[in-house]
């Protein structure tokens, strides 16, 4: 079992990510959707780390992910909400106002 | 030489200045002034006249020794001189203009002359204009043309003289149409006609000085020069220059040089010069504005159109005097002559009081340029008589507004009459300077107009020319018709029984003058006047009031005295006078360099003691003769044939039965005589139907050829600029809105994909990511 195993595992995750923003009708589950994206990113990380030439800045730019995803799931949940103060819905595809 | 101080001076620049000061405070401030501002000015006139007549007596004639009255405050150390355009770094420029005062004899007597009058008028007129509409602006006019005279005669320049010339000739345009502006005169139109006639006609004659002055101003010192070059005047070359006494040294020089010639162009100048003096004096043909500026108030008519103003004319010709060559001085002697004949006769067929006086003026003028014409003492004769007639003429006019005011605006003689009862004071006056104007011996005008009929005669007798003989001949028929028309004048006016007033009281053909008994309410004006019985009728002429009477007064005794003041010697002889010792005519130009101008190596004639005794006694029994049948002509036509029983029917050829069958006799001679010699018709039909069909020649071309152009040019302009329009319409802006329309088709077809779902956007990122990926994949 080698490195195709994480990246057979990430690139499923990555495409469940894919479909949960595409398809699914709230914004929270579009938001899970993103989280799988970058979870997905850190397990090609990780991977890549430990079949790489030894060294940690795989590992570190995982832990770089991991911040990064908490801020941004921050600044996503009050834009939701701010979404939803605007449209009182919080179904990606009525805020369509961007098309004007 | 230099006999003023430097207060002296002071005082001379103070009289042109108080009543400019006056006009200026009259102008803004005169409405709001109690009487509004009349005894302002007419104070401020007083002072003038103390000083001037304080330094006419003290200075100029208590001047002893045998040095010439001669003061130039150019010439003197620290005198008030104003430079104009003065470059202190270039001392030597001929654009350097200093202008000072000249105070000389006929300076001073001038000045004086000039400061009485105008006192007296401005007093006159507080009583004569009283309840005018613009009583302030007419005092304010006044008083800024007193301040042009004043200047001009304190001029030493001809650069200034002509400034202030040409101020007085604005200042008579505007008092000629004081009542232009009153909409409640009935004179409203003629006031106005005649203020523009009155500037238009003396324009000609100031444009012709203007050329005169310039080419002295200009050739003089370039003659002068070339002189100095040659050897033939020893000396430094000069400046150009205004200044009198500059002008006379370089033409003594230069005629002198030329062996007692003038150049030719001397002449040419010399009669633009005179063309001044032909407008401003109202000489033949440039008269024809005198008679109609009668239309101003009568104050402005005594003082401008009588006493100062035309006399301008001739003080410019006893100034530019020794500029005149002999041939010039035949052509002013023979249009004065002219004009001295010439208005006479009309003068003896005019009714409108004022009008006799207007072309008495005009006769009387043309005797002082005759007499400046025959070049000898006529000279001194000439200017003399400027100053007696300023007197008497001023009287005469003043007496005139006298009757006019006490006759409630009537003017025409044929309408008056009897007025002698009424009117003593103005009477007397009037009497008194009529014998003045009419050479009456021991009257003023006797010892003037004697002279100037002598020196016409010594003038013959020197030399045998045709000039000379014409105006010998014509002088003293025009002084016969003066008298004439002057006794005309009084007999009309004070003698017989009074013919006004009757339109308004229905009288029968034959109704006698007793009107002045009935229906009368007394008491007009209140200054009570008692017609001996008459109880105050309203359209009785009444005398005029204090302030009105004291002028006529002091001008009545100046045309008495004012010929033969301080008389030495013999009263019937021409050299006794005050003004013969004032203004010598052996030093009447002295040059800069204080020698005096010799005449006698000039233009002037030379008249031997034999013809002068001669032309004396001649001239005593020619004036006496033509006074006596002047005076008995006019008595046969006007007192002793009179039909007393006619004066009410107001017909005057009943009322006059003689004039009436001399002029009947005389026809058409009479009605060419009558209609002024038909001179204003050929005027309108010559210069003013000329400049009228040169005006529509003028607009012709102006409406088709100028404007044609100007439209051509317009409609090529629109074409181009249609073009232009249809380029920029269909090519410019087709390229453009063809740019636009593209963009906006194309971006149509792009919108569609601009959902702004996001989740479509993340799906064709996907689709494109995995489209770049399959491509890679499979290739």
Not at chain 2, 135 to 144: G, K, M, Q, R, T
Not at chain 2, 517 to 526: L, W
Not at chain 2, 529 to 540: E, K, L, P, R
């Amino acid at each position: 079992m080698g490195v195709e195993a994480y990246m057979a595992v990430a690139g499923v995750l990555f495409a469940l990510g894919i479909v949960c923003i595409i398809s699914r009708r709230n914004i929270l589950y579009v938001l899970m959707g993103v989280e799988m994206i970058l979870n997905a990113a850190n397990i090609n990380f990780v991977a890549f780390n430990r079949y790489g030439n030894g060294g940690m800045e795989g590992r570190m730019f995982a832990i770089f992910v991991i911040i990064l995803a908490a801020a941004e799931a921050a600044i996503a949940l009050a834009i939701v909400l701010n979404v939803f103060h605007l449209f009182q819905s919080v179904r990606p595809s009525e805020a369509d106002i961007l098309r004007d | 030489m230099n006999t003023l101080t430097a207060f002296d001076y002071k005082l001379l620049l103070a009289v042109p200045l108080i009543p400019l000061c006056g006009y200026v405070i009259q102008i803004f401030f005169g409405r709001n002034l109690p009487r509004k501002g009349d005894w302002l000015l007419t104070g401020g006139m007083f002072v003038v006249m103390c000083i001037t007549v304080y330094m006419f007596f003290s200075k100029a004639l208590g001047h002893e020794g045998t040095l010439p009255f001669w003061n130039e405050s150019a010439a003197t150390e620290g005198g008030p001189v104003f430079r104009w355009l003065y470059d202190s770094s270039a001392v030597s420029s001929d654009r350097n203009l200093v202008a000072g005062i000249l105070y000389d004899g006929l300076g001073a007597t001038m000045l004086m002359v000039v400061g009485v009058v105008s006192f007296l008028v401005h007093l006159f007129a507080t009583g004569y204009m009283h309840g005018d509409r613009r009583y302030h602006i007419f005092f304010a006019n006044i008083s800024l043309f007193t301040f042009a005279m004043l200047g001009l005669v304190l001029s030493d320049n001809i650069l200034f003289l002509f400034v202030f010339w040409e101020l007085m000739g604005l200042m008579s345009y505007l008092l000629i149409g004081h009542f232009s502006h009153d909409p409640t005169s009935s004179r409203i139109k003629f006031a106005a006609a005649a203020c523009k006639k009155a500037f238009l006609t003396t324009r000609v004659g100031d444009t012709c000085l203007f050329f005169g002055m310039a080419m002295f101003y200009f050739l003089l010192p370039r003659e002068y020069n070339e002189l100095v070059g040659q050897g033939l005047i020893e000396g430094d070359t000069v400046l150009s220059s205004f200044r009198f006494s500059e002008l006379w040294q370089m033409t003594g020089a230069i005629v002198e040089a030329h062996g007692g010639d003038y150049p030719a162009w001397m002449t040419v100048a010399g009669l633009f010069t005179f063309g001044g003096t032909v407008g401003k004096s109202a000489q033949f043909p440039l008269h024809i504005w005198l008679p109609d500026a009668m239309e101003g108030p009568t104050p402005v008519s005594a003082m401008i159109h009588a006493a100062t103003m035309v006399a301008a004319g001739v003080y410019l010709l006893g100034r530019m005097f020794p500029m005149m060559s002999p041939t010039t001085l035949q052509f002013v002697m023979a249009i004065g002559g002219i004009t001295a004949i010439f208005a006479a006769t009309i003068g003896c067929t005019v009714n409108d009081i004022k009008g006799v006086l207007a072309y008495s003026t005009i006769s009387q003028l043309g005797f002082m340029v005759a007499a400046i014409g025959t070049g000898g003492l006529g000279i001194v004769a000439g200017l003399f008589h400027m100053v007696t007639h300023a007197f008497f003429k001023a009287c005469l006019f003043l007496s005139a507004g006298s009757v006019i005011h006490g006759c409630h605006h009537e003017q025409d003689m044929r309408k008056m009459g009897g007025l002698r009862k009424m009117m003593p004071i103005t009477f007397a006056a009037m009497l008194v300077c009529t014998l003045a104007i009419a050479g009456m011996p021991l009257f003023a005008g006797y010892y003037s107009k004697d002279r100037i009929i002598a020196s016409a005669i010594e003038s013959v007798l020197t030399q045998w020319r045709g000039g000379n003989v014409f105006v010998m001949v014509v002088l003293p028929l025009a002084a016969m018709l003066t008298t004439f028309y002057m006794f005309r004048l009084i007999f009309m006016t004070f003698f017989g029984e009074y013919r006004g007033g009757h339109d308004d009281h229905g009288h029968g053909a034959h109704g006698h003058d007793d009107h002045a008994g009935h229906d009368a309410h007394a008491g007009h004006d209140g200054h009570g006047h008692d017609h001996d019985g008459h109880h105050g009728h309203a359209h009785t002429p009444h005398e005029s009031p204090t302030n009105m009477a004291i002028p006529l007064i002091v001008l009545g005794l100046l045309g008495v005295f004012g010929g033969h003041m301080w008389l030495t010697g013999d009263p019937l002889s021409d050299y006794g006078t005050w003004f013969t010792k004032l203004v010598r005519w052996e030093d009447m130009y002295v040059l800069p360099d204080g020698t005096s101008l010799q005449l006698l190596k000039m233009n002037m004639l030379e008249v031997s003691e034999h013809n002068h005794h001669v032309g004396h006694i001649w001239a005593v029994g020619v004036s006496l003769t033509v006074l006596v049948l002047g005076v008995l002509a006019a008595w046969w036509m006007y007192i002793s044939k009179r039909q007393d029983s006619e004066a009410g029917s107001g017909d005057t050829a009943a009322l006059f039965p003689i004039p009436a069958q001399v002029t009947g006799k005389l026809g058409l001679v009479y009605e060419a005589v009558r209609d002024k010699y038909y001179i204003d018709e050929f005027v309108n039909a010559t210069v003013i139907r000329g400049t009228m069909v040169a005006a529509r020649v003028q607009s012709w071309i102006d409406s088709n050829i100028v404007d044609g152009l100007v439209v051509g040019t317009g409609k090529t302009a629109r074409g181009f600029g249609f073009l232009c329009g249809w380029v920029d319409k269909h090519i410019v802006d087709g390229a453009v809105n063809w740019v636009g329309n593209t963009t906006q088709a194309f971006s149509s077809v792009v919108r569609l994909f601009q959902t702004g779902r996001i989740q479509q956007y993340i799906s064709f990122a996907v689709g494109g990511a995995l489209l770049v990926a399959a491509f890679h994949i499979l290739t």
